[in-house]
């Protein structure tokens, strides 16, 4: 059966869900050393807005750091890079608490050794945990691949609770391994949702993701600063040949900064526009989806605009947008629409798009577009 194309109702369903579940960023793809420091350098940014002290903020970055490096580790040795197989990343806050969950391949040979290993973390008291590291550190006895077990230990001693996982199989050589890590915050502890819930939800998740062919997704608070770092982490996921990457990359670019510039923010403390952006792939084609919320005031002049611009053929849609670039008695507020011009240019295709109203004030905007992948 094939794969049902993600549309913009999906995408404000998808952006439901992780509102629901406070998931503050995710990322979808393939790991190397540079997408890690992108990934750590956006969720410093987040943690450095927030009102935690300077040592939880510190212990939740560390945790952050082990973590990441354990999907590298554990990744090593897996050839098969089917979008399935995809590692995840995702930092969520609710409840006064952080939950930090990852997920990667694993060799099936490997799965016994780790849970036997989890298993045993989780039954010692925090000096044991603590005496067991140094033994581990010591004596080098611990086989789990690539040190990868030190690091669980880390973990588990700088978190301050029980680690929690799950594995998933993918096929007769490899395992989907899961683990949910929540960093204690203060010693009074404020209950919170439950763990086990958070891990399944995010899981749930990650299935129609993968169901999606998602290659890679954001959801988030987007700046400037956090744009930049975001579009690092895109460009080394980009194939095709050199002259479709720039195309591409000019596209995301544009995507992003109108959510950036132009969408509307219901909580200005946050920094930023929360937002939603994936990329997905179908028919040997990019989908490039955005989803935010705008003013209900724009949503009839940002519906004709898109209309307007889906009419005119690429070669009507040049002097259009020369035309509207040198009307320079418009205000800038009203050619925003040559981004969207310029979209319809570079892609050759039409924009998809959809409104959800939110309520009184607000409406959530969901906008797409495609470019055909060449190689």
Do not use: W
């Amino acid at each position: 059966m094939a794969k049902k194309e993600p549309d913009n109702d999906f995408a404000f369903d998808l952006f439901k869900a992780m509102q629901k579940d406070n998931l503050g960023y995710i990322y979808r793809g393939r790991f190397s050393q540079e997408i890690t420091d992108n990934i750590l350098s956006l969720t410093e940014t987040s943690l450095e807005k927030t009102e935690q002290s300077s040592k939880i903020k510190k212990r939740v970055y560390s945790i952050m750091v082990e973590c990441l490096q354990n999907i590298t580790r554990h990744q090593e040795g897996t050839t098969d890079s089917t979008p399935d197989n995809y590692g995840i990343f995702v930092i969520q806050r609710k409840d006064e608490k952080y939950y930090i969950t990852t997920g990667n391949t694993i060799n099936k040979e490997n799965i016994k050794p780790i849970k036997d290993l989890i298993e045993k973390i989780n039954s010692l008291e925090k000096e044991e945990l603590k005496l067991y590291y140094k033994e581990v550190l010591n004596t080098g006895e611990l086989s789990v691949k690539g040190g990868a077990g030190l690091g669980l230990i880390d973990m588990a001693r700088k978190s301050g609770n029980k680690l929690l996982y799950n594995f998933k199989e993918i096929n007769k050589s490899f395992s989907y391994f899961y683990l949910h890590t929540i960093p204690t915050l203060s010693s009074e502890e404020k209950p919170g949702m439950n763990s086990e819930e958070s891990l399944h939800n995010i899981i749930d998740i990650h299935e129609v993701l993968n169901d999606e062919n998602i290659l890679l997704i954001f959801n988030g608070v987007l700046n400037q600063e956090s744009l930049m770092t975001l579009l690092s982490t895109i460009e080394g996921q980009m194939t095709g040949s050199p002259n479709f990457r720039k195309k591409l990359f000019y596209i995301v670019v544009e995507m992003l900064q109108n959510i950036v510039k132009h969408a509307d923010n219901k909580n200005e403390e946050l920094g930023g526009n929360p937002g939603i952006f994936f990329i997905s792939e179908k028919d040997n084609e990019y989908l490039l989806t955005t989803g935010n919320y705008i003013k209900n005031s724009k949503v009839n002049e940002m519906r004709d605009r898109i209309e307007q611009v889906n009419k005119l053929s690429i070669d009507e849609l040049d002097g259009f947008y020369n035309k509207r670039l040198f009307n320079f008695e418009k205000e800038d507020s009203k050619k925003s629409g040559l981004g969207i011009i310029d979209l319809k240019i570079k892609s050759g295709k039409s924009l998809k798009f959809n409104f959800h109203h939110i309520d009184d004030n607000f409406t959530f905007f969901t906008f797409q577009t495609r470019a055909a992948i060449n190689y």
